[in-house]
C-alpha cells in the first residue's frame, strides 16, 4: 500500500513537472499567419524566415506559425479573424476597399505605369492615408509590404484588344475596381476566392484569370492556361498586417524587436521576389504558354471612365490630384 502511494506521488510529480516544461516552452506571444499564396511561392518564404529571426532575437518569447494555402481562412475571412482576435497576422491590399474606399488606391487598373509611380503613391499623401485609415478603420496594422509584379491576364484565346474579350468569363478577386474595369472592358468578371480558381479553370467555370507572373506560375495555371496577355493592368503591393490589439500586448522592448524583423522579413522578400521575376517568364514558356503583346493604350481608354465613375466624390479628387502630379513628374 505504501509503495503504491510513492508511485503514485511519483507520477504526480512527473506530470507536473511535464505541464511546467510545456508553459515553460510555451511562448509569451503567439502569432498565427494566414496567407492564400501557398509554400512556393516568395510571402511564405519570406514569413518562414520571420519566424526564425524572431524566435531567436526573442529567446522564444515570440513564436510564428505560418498557414499557407487558405488553410486556416480566405483572405477576406481572415482579417475578419483577426479583428475578432481569433488569429493575428495576414496578408492584404485591395481588398480592403471592403472596409475603406481608399485602399482601392493599392491595384487600381491602368493607374500606375511602373515601380517608380508605385512608389510616389506608397510614399506620397495617399499611401499615408491608406495605413493611417487602415489601423483607424479595420483595426490592422502595417508592419511591412511586398512588391508585387505587374498583373497579367491569363486565357486559352489571344486577347489582343478589348474587343476580344467578347463576354470572357474570368475570376478577380473581390475588390469593386476589378469588376468595374473588366466589365467596362468587355468581360464578365466573377470574383471567387484564389484557393477555387484553378479548379474553376480546369473545369471550365471560368476561363479566365489574372495575376502576377510569379503566382501565375506557382499556381501551375500553366497547365490550364495557354496564352499569357501582357496587359499590365496592375501595378500593386501587398501590406503585411498584424492585429493592433495583439501588437499591443508587446511590450516596448518587444515591440522595436517585432517591427526589426519584419522590416527584415520585407527586405528578405524583396530579394526572394527580384529573383524569382528572372526566372519565371521563362518557366511559364518552358510550360507551354505563350506570351501575347496587347494594345494596353486601349483597354486603358475603355475602362478609365468607368473606375472614376464608381468612385466617390471624395475619392475622385484624390484621384484627380494623383494623376495631375503624376503626369507633372513624368513630362
Keep these: 500500500m505504501y509503495s503504491k502511494m510513492i508511485r503514485y506521488g511519483v507520477l504526480l510529480l512527473l506530470m507536473g513537472l511535464l505541464v511546467n516544461c510545456k508553459k515553460q516552452d510555451a511562448p509569451e506571444h503567439l502569432f498565427r499567419v494566414s496567407l492564400w499564396a501557398n509554400e512556393k511561392h516568395t510571402w511564405y518564404q519570406a514569413f518562414q524566415y520571420f519566424a526564425k529571426i524572431l524566435e531567436e532575437r ?13 488553410q486556416l481562412a480566405k483572405e477576406i475571412e481572415a482579417i475578419r479573424l483577426i479583428q475578432a482576435g481569433v488569429i493575428e497576422m495576414t496578408v492584404t491590399g485591395s481588398l480592403l476597399n471592403n472596409w475603406m474606399e481608399i485602399a482601392a488606391f493599392c491595384e487600381m487598373p491602368f493607374l500606375l505605369r511602373d515601380s517608380t509611380e508605385m512608389m510616389a503613391l506608397i510614399d506620397g499623401p495617399v499611401g499615408q492615408r491608406i495605413e493611417q485609415e487602415m489601423l483607424e478603420k479595420t483595426g490592422l496594422r502595417p508592419v511591412g509590404l511586398f512588391k508585387r509584379g505587374p498583373r497579367q491576364l491569363t486565357s486559352n484565346r489571344p486577347i489582343r484588344h478589348p474587343d476580344d474579350l467578347d463576354g470572357l468569363i474570368i475570376r478577380v478577386p473581390n475588390v469593386p475596381s476589378f469588376v468595374t474595369a473588366w466589365s467596362a472592358m468587355g468581360a464578365k468578371p466573377t470574383p471567387m476566392a484564389f484557393s477555387e480558381v484553378f479548379t474553376a479553370l480546369q473545369q471550365g467555370t471560368i476561363a479566365g484569370q489574372e495575376n502576377p507572373f510569379a503566382l501565375i506560375l506557382s499556381a501551375g495555371f500553366a497547365e490550364v492556361q495557354q496564352y499569357v496577355n501582357l496587359t499590365e493592368h496592375v501595378m500593386s503591393w501587398s501590406y503585411v498586417v498584424i492585429g493592433e490589439t495583439a501588437f499591443q500586448r508587446l511590450s516596448e522592448e518587444q515591440k522595436d524587436i ?21 526566372k519565371v517568364q521563362a ?49
Excluded: T, W
Design 258 to 278: 517585432f517591427l526589426q524583423a519584419a522590416k527584415d522579413m520585407k527586405d528578405y522578400e524583396h530579394q526572394l521576389f527580384m529573383e524569382s521575376e528572372k
Design 58 to 70: 526573442s529567446e522564444g518569447k515570440m513564436r510564428v506559425e505560418v498557414y499557407p494555402s487558405e
Design 283 to 331: 518557366a511559364l514558356m518552358e510550360r507551354g504558354m505563350e506570351f501575347v503583346e496587347v494594345d494596353k493604350a486601349a483597354f486603358s481608354e475603355r475602362c478609365e471612365e468607368a473606375i472614376f465613375n464608381s468612385l466617390s466624390p471624395e475619392m475622385q479628387e484624390v484621384y484627380r490630384e494623383f494623376v495631375a502630379l503624376r503626369d507633372q513628374k513624368k513630362n
